[in-house]
């Protein structure tokens, strides 16, 4: 069974910054994908950012330039630096990963992190 756990939610006024982590625990022998999803109320679940094993990185248009994926293979944690914060980008924050699986891939998901950006 595999576990991710977020952390570094919380309140931010506009131009911020805030850093969260997602850790992956239990039984992992591999991870492929990690990254970051983000829901705002009423919206849909849109995908923030995403890290390859190998560190080839790919954002949503909204944040680049201010968001900064990065990940410790050796710990199995992703991260995600924010920077320039907007109101927009309140959300709550779900990290998720890629796990091999029978010849594909197994995506397991954390419990989601709140992030509010306001004045």
């Known amino acids: 069974q595999v576990q991710l756990v977020e952390s570094g939610g919380g309140l931010v006024q506009p131009g911020g910054s805030l850093r969260l982590s997602c850790a992956a625990s239990g039984s992992i022998f591999s991870i492929n994908a990690m990254g970051w999803y983000r829901q705002a109320p009423g919206k849909e679940r849109e995908l923030v950012a995403a890290?390859?094993?190998?560190?080839?990185?790919a954002y949503a248009d909204s944040v680049k330039g201010r968001f900064t994926i990065s990940r410790d293979n050796d710990k199995n944690t992703v991260y995600l630096q924010m920077n320039s914060l907007k109101p927009e980008d309140t959300a709550v924050y779900f990290c998720?990963?890629?796990?091999?699986?029978?010849?594909?891939?197994?995506?397991?998901w954390g419990q989601g992190t709140q992030v509010t950006v306001s004045s």
């Open positions: 890290i390859t094993n190998g560190g080839s990185t």
């Open positions: 998720y990963a890629d796990f091999p699986y029978g010849g594909a891939f197994r995506t397991y």
